[in-house]
């Protein structure tokens, strides 16, 4: 999802900036497509991909943010219990 961000992309897209296998991508993209994450346009033989909402990359960011926080404040607790 934070490959797509706000941009549509193809799956060659998608492994070149992500580094993993073609089947990976294309079976994740197919699960966020039927779940309506991800919606596609066709441009020719080229199926783009694409965020369906894009606040749902807003929403994802900030989940991020809260495991994130959570996870230094867990690093600090045991640092702290370490001493």
Aim: aromatic residues 4%; proline residues 1%.
């Amino acid at each position: 999802m934070y490959l797509l961000g706000g941009n549509e992309k193809s799956v060659s897209e998608l492994v070149k900036q992500s580094g993993l296998r073609q089947a990976n991508i294309s079976q994740h993209l197919a699960i966020l497509r039927q779940k309506g994450v991800v919606s596609t346009k066709r441009k020719g033989k080229l199926v783009l991909y694409r965020i369906a909402f894009p606040k749902m990359v807003k929403a994802c960011n900030l989940i991020r943010e809260v495991l994130l926080e959570q996870a230094e404040q867990k690093s600090k607790i045991y640092r702290d219990g370490k001493k």
